[in-house]
């Protein structure tokens, strides 16, 4: 004990660093200085605190569409992706039964579901409890009829950053998934949970510049910590500006992966947080080289047409 006694001749000088005033430490992400610490630090874990931005790999589309294609075996498709992306946004069910517990990849948890393609489906013949399964009455969105499919003490157990529920603003169901929306970002708040709301697209719903910026910035006034939106051609960068929190994109429909970059990249420069992108990189002819090429979109610096030379020659050497 003779280090502890205040006698030993080796024992260090206390410094008070009297001169320097303690450090504010600052937040990087857009609309998020004002949280708590563990809600901060699960959004530094989505956020690449250099960037400020994320690349969220979305495989949950099971949720509604069963095995899409891509997604029949996540084993082997989606777990050789996993190196390269931030934030694995998923079901419950495909975390406990496939991911790894000992993954470094902040989760995004699917927390909004109940309802299928099926009966979203026009051209799908048949019943289910003796019902036309699809209705196809102008403004009737039977995919908007969710409710809220976690709760929050399954969040906890699986180790979720952020939760996601889907929003389907002017469809018959808004209500419902707004109301969705606020009883989860309550029941998150207790625990620095974040949620982010995703915006629906849907026959009801419209693409227009004037409808994702409405939506988006509802969802933020609502409590969303970060929204998930599409990328539109004109006027993108003004849904980021009037939005207080970050966007990250969702990729839609598989496209080719030249224009699947250009997209990254135009979204990132108008003003998104970054990507959650599911069917333009798993889909694409070769999902880890088409990984790698969004990566360096959205942390690198690159350009589209440098992104996609690099999938060129990624997928010519694979
Ligand atoms: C959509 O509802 C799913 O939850 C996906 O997470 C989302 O659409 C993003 O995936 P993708 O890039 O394939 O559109």
């Known amino acids: 004990m003779a280090d502890l006694d205040g006698t030993s001749a080796e024992k260090k000088d206390k410094e008070y660093f009297t001169d320097i005033p303690q450090n504010k430490p600052d937040f990087f992400l857009k609309g998020s200085h004002q949280y708590d610490w563990g809600l901060q630090n699960r959004l530094a874990h989505i956020f690449n605190p250099e960037s400020g931005r994320t690349i969220m790999l ?7 569409m069963g095995p899409t294609t891509g997604l029949e075996r996540v084993d082997q498709t989606i ?5 390269y992306c931030d934030c694995l946004m998923l079901t419950r069910g495909i975390q406990r039964s ?5 993954t470094q990849k902040a989760i995004a948890l699917r927390a909004s579901g109940g309802t299928s393609m099926v009966s979203a489906n026009d051209e799908w013949e048949g019943e289910i409890g ?5 209705l196809s009455r102008p403004g009737y969105e039977p995919l908007s009829n969710e ?3 976690v709760d929050i003490n399954e969040a906890i157990r699986l180790n979720a950053s952020v939760l996601a529920v889907q929003v389907f603003i002017g469809s018959q169901y808004e209500r419902q998934s707004l109301q969705n929306l606020t009883n989860l970002i309550d029941a998150a708040a207790g625990y620095g949970i974040a949620v982010m709301g995703v915006v629906a697209v849907g026959r009801a719903m419209e693409r227009t510049v004037k409808y994702f910026r409405m939506a988006t910035r509802l969802m933020a006034e609502l409590g969303c910590h970060m929204v998930k939106c ?8 003004t849904i980021t500006s009037c939005c207080p929190v970050p966007i990250v994109i969702a990729g839609g429909k598989k496209r080719p992966e030249r ?28 999902p880890v080289p ?29």
Request: with cysteine; net charge negative; glycine share 8%.
């Open 290 to 318: 088409m990984m790698r090429a969004v990566r360096g979109v959205v942390h690198e610096g690159m350009n589209a047409k440098d992104a996609y030379e690099l999938y060129e020659q990624l997928k010519a050497e694979s």
């Open 58 to 64: 979305a495989f949950d589309h099971g949720y509604f």
């Open 230 to 237: 599409y990328h539109i051609e004109d006027g993108f960068e």
């Open 79 to 83: 777990l050789p992706l996993e190196p």
């Open 259 to 286: 224009d699947a970059l250009q997209m990254a990249y135009d979204a990132c420069q108008e003003g998104a947080s970054g990507v959650d992108m599911g069917r333009n990189i798993f889909q694409a002819d070769a």
């Open 98 to 102: 496939i991911i790894p517990a000992s």
């Open 147 to 149: 409710h809220l499919a």
């Open 130 to 134: 003796g019902q036309p399964a699809a």
